[in-house]
């Protein structure tokens, strides 16, 4: 469970770019000529990572512009594999289908973050509304499991009253209201994640092999709407009662959506936390990891794991290779900055300054680039260019 932290506010202001603990910018007649500039895109979950990276960097290489846009994890790719944005941003591993596409056997997944994908829902009343200090866990959140998201999904569960969900919450009262899903439409790895977890964990989910960026909807149910866009699938729910959807936990957090209690593989009932994610992702390391991370670990049998977890990613061409987009002086700039986001002294340091998702209070070690660099590991993690897994110290 999450502990006492602003989370709300600091989900928030990442989420539109405003950080108000940034160091005052240099003015325009202080600042340099801008000697150098490149593009990260993709992912709209990683929006406000890539915008807090990129302002903190800027600030200490007043020389060095990067502009972030927003497009999708599939669009992500193709633009840094093509080389009209030299960064990609991705909330899920890069696909063998990506790599197979012409040019782009060379692109690499570097881990940047730790995330988790939290099933939210709406429910009136006042059992329901509560929340813990934290200002976003439900005092009493809706018990699901994974076989209970899928029957929603699949049309099998229909109300918020059937007994399959009933008995995962004894004593409480639910309504006898039609259950509104809503559905993400959008090419994002939030649905890979959602797919690969169901796919893990209920045989009549698709089969999980090499889950792309569009999970195969059931048929449509009565009263599901299908959304293109997390911004608008938030929205709906927090103004729809007796909906049901998932999104990325910053976005989960910061319209302070409320978060079921999802029942992971060792059959224990979480919240999403990102002590609960890094618990998770060690285990995957712990019982052997691919060095190129990728591989879901979505499904984790250890009592304090959330289900389901994942990484997010920066996407690059392994040597940041030379094109007319990218000239040896703009090269250097993007690896210097993917190294800074490794550094305890830089990326880390700014990122754990917000404390986005440091509920323990606590300073982690779990990755160790090639380079001999260690960092401290929480909500956000960068990564170097190169990258091996350590399982040194792991937690269950």
């Known amino acids: 469970m999450r502990r006492v932290r602003p989370v709300f506010m600091i989900a928030a202001l990442t989420l539109v770019g405003t950080l108000t603990t940034a160091p005052p910018r240099a003015t325009q007649a202080q600042r340099p000529r801008i000697a150098v500039s490149f593009v990260i895109a993709g992912s709209t979950t990683m929006l406000g990572l890539a915008q807090l990276l990129s302002k903190y960097y800027e600030n200490a290489h007043p020389d060095i512009h990067i502009t972030v846009n927003a497009t999708n994890n599939a669009d992500g790719f193709t633009e840094a594999c093509a080389d009209t944005a030299q960064i990609g941003a991705s909330d899920n591993y890069i696909q063998n289908a990506q790599l197979a596409e012409p040019g782009c056997s060379d692109m690499i997944n570097i881990p940047v973050a730790l995330t988790v994908e939290p099933v939210v829902y709406n429910l009136p009343g006042a059992y329901f509304t509560p929340r813990a200090a934290d200002n976003f866990t439900p005092l009493h959140p809706l018990k699901l499991t994974p076989r209970v998201v899928a029957g929603i999904y699949l049309c099998q569960v229909s109300r918020w009253d059937d007994p399959a969900i009933t008995v995962l919450n004894p004593g409480v009262t639910l309504p006898h209201q039609p259950i509104r899903i809503f559905q993400n439409g959008e090419a ?136 007319p987009q990218t000239d040896a002086a703009t090269r250097q700039a993007i690896k210097d900055f993917l190294h800074w986001t490794v550094s305890a002294n830089g990326g880390q340091k700014f990122i754990a300054m917000i404390e986005l998702g440091r509920s323990s209070g606590q300073t982690h070690f779990l990755l160790a680039p090639t380079a001999s660099v260690r960092f401290p590991i929480r909500c956000r993690r960068p990564s170097g260019v190169s990258w091996t897994a350590s399982s040194s110290n792991s937690s269950s």
């Open 188 to 323: 994002g790895g939030d649905n890979a994640v959602f797919d690969q977890w169901l796919s893990a964990s209920d045989a009549r989910w698709r089969p999980p092999t090499d889950a792309g960026q569009h999970p195969q909807w059931a048929p449509t149910c009565r009263g599901s709407v299908a959304s293109v866009g997390t911004g608008q699938i938030v929205q709906s729910i927090a103004n729809t009662p007796y909906s049901i959807g998932h999104v990325g936990f910053d976005y989960a957090v910061a319209y302070r959506l409320w978060a079921a209690a999802l029942r992971n593989a060792a059959g224990q009932f979480l919240t999403p936390s990102l002590d609960g994610a890094y618990v998770a992702l060690r285990r995957a390391i712990a019982h052997g990891f691919p060095s190129d991370f990728r591989r879901s670990f979505v499904s984790i049998a250890s009592p304090n794991a959330y289900n389901p977890s994942s990484l997010e990613y920066f996407l690059v061409h392994r040597d940041l290779r030379l094109t």
